[in-house]
């Protein structure tokens, strides 16, 4: 199985932050070799978001963000904004979601950021629906789903949920949120048209802490409780559990091969089918927290590394 995976795939392209910077891979599925280490941000890095092919955007505890060339790492932009930056969203329609302490703020590319919508609670979370029409927005004091009007940039209250969410992740099949629950089972809740009765998965002790639908809305995978469980959409059962302590990210191949999470122990490479966890990518500093992992793309975006 190792040589027939391993040669019928295409390079890609892996990023993962760990304390203050960004290191980028590229894996072929036996080997990952380190190209690019972004070194510009002063604090941790708490968000990483892919804008296109060639552009990254990251965030963290310095309260700036970071817009990125991922080849040779040069800075396009950098923004202030009033607190720490603890998640990103780059919509279908171009448009970046920015979450810094209890506020949303939207930003288009290399345009001045405007403040959109706040919750009561610091925001956890953010993420677009695949058409970019509707943006979720997650925090401790519940979950609010925005319908946002791309003409005009106006935004309107669709939904909230009371719920204390800890991740979110979006497909063409449905909304996810990850529970926070520090005194009992942290739960998966799964919303499709009908907002008002979601499927639920019993996932996690005391959180979610992160989640990621597969590229074929087929499989779901959530971290937390040290924990990696990939789980079947249709069915809700758990296909496969892997051990990792504290996980901060996760993400999925654009193949659907791989996943991909950050934890302590470094950046892991697991194949999605069976759980076997193929490769891990050791932290230059143990003492460095771990932060976002993101896929950036396939071979046609790495054509310039080889």
Known sequence: MYSSIQNTLS??????????RVT?????????????????????????????????????????????ERQG?????????P??????????????AVASGKNIFLVK????????????????????????????????????????????GVARLWKEVDMSVASLAWSPDGLLAGEYRPRGMARILMFHRD????????????VVEALAWSPDSTRIASAGSSMLRVWDQTSRECLW????????????????IWLATNSRQGVQIWESGTGLLWMTLPPDRQDDLPGPVVWVGSSSTIDTYE
């Open 109 to 152: 590319r290399n345009g001045l950021p405007f403040q959109w919508v706040s919750h009561r609670g610091l925001v956890t979370s953010v993420a677009w629906s695949p058409e970019g029409k509707l943006l979720a927005t997650g925090s401790k004091d519940g979950l609010q789903i925005w319908t946002w009007f791309t003409a005009t």
């Open 24 to 68: 980028l891979w590229v894996w072929n599925g036996e080997h990952a070799q380190a190209r690019e280490t972004y070194r510009l941000h002063a604090k941790q890095i708490n968000a990483l978001c892919v804008l296109d092919a060639g552009t990254m955007a990251s965030g963290g505890e310095e309260k700036a963000l970071h817009l990125w």
């Open 73 to 81: 790492g040069s800075t396009q932009w950098i923004q202030q904004f």
């Open 241 to 256: 559990t892997g051990e990792c302590p504290e996980i901060s990210s996760l993400a999925w191949s654009p193949n659907g």
């Open 83 to 96: 607190f720490p930056i603890t998640a990103l969203a780059w919509s279908s329609t171009g448009v970046l």
């Open 195 to 206: 907002i008002e009765r979601p499927h639920t998965y019993a996932a996690h002790v005391s």
């Open 11 to 20: 390079p890609l392209l892996l990023a993962g932050a760990r304390g203050n």
